[in-house]
């Protein structure tokens, strides 16, 4: 499995990105695909997940309202829209796969994508 994040970059508190997550390798049937992120000095944490095959989404209670995970099985692409951005949410972010649903668990994940840095300034 390989997975590719892509659309990180710099933004004003109050502003929106759009991450997204190319996944290839095999087909993602029965997977749960989910967004991690890490900031300086703190360990990786969910963010959001999404079931591959019916859509069900989660998300920790710091983003949401704010975020929306999404997928396109179509492409096989995995998408996270921030919204309302702040300065807290300034870290690097992982798009993860693991067969059998999504978990919050970073060590229940199972394939890591490279990472995208999103850095939000007040």
């Known amino acids: 499995v390989q997975l590719q994040a892509s659309g990180g970059g710099f933004v004003q508190a109050g502003g929106s990105l759009r991450l997204s997550c190319a996944a290839s390798?095999?087909?993602?049937?029965?997977?749960?695909m989910g967004w991690f992120r890490q900031a300086p000095g703190k360990e990786r944490e969910f963010v959001a997940g999404?079931?591959?095959?019916?859509?069900?989404?989660s998300y920790s209670d710091s983003v949401k309202g704010r975020f929306t995970i999404s997928r396109d099985k179509a492409k096989s692409m995995v998408y996270l829209q921030m919204n309302s951005l702040q300065t807290e949410d300034t870290a690097v972010y992982y798009c993860?796969?693991?067969?059998?649903?999504?978990?919050?668990?970073?060590?229940?994940?199972?394939?890591w994508g490279q990472g995208t840095q999103v850095t939000v300034s007040s």
């Open positions: 993860a796969a693991r067969n059998g649903g999504t978990s919050t668990k970073t060590y229940e994940q199972k394939d």
């Open positions: 390798g095999r087909t993602f049937t029965n997977y749960g």
């Open positions: 999404i079931t591959w095959n019916w859509g069900t989404t």
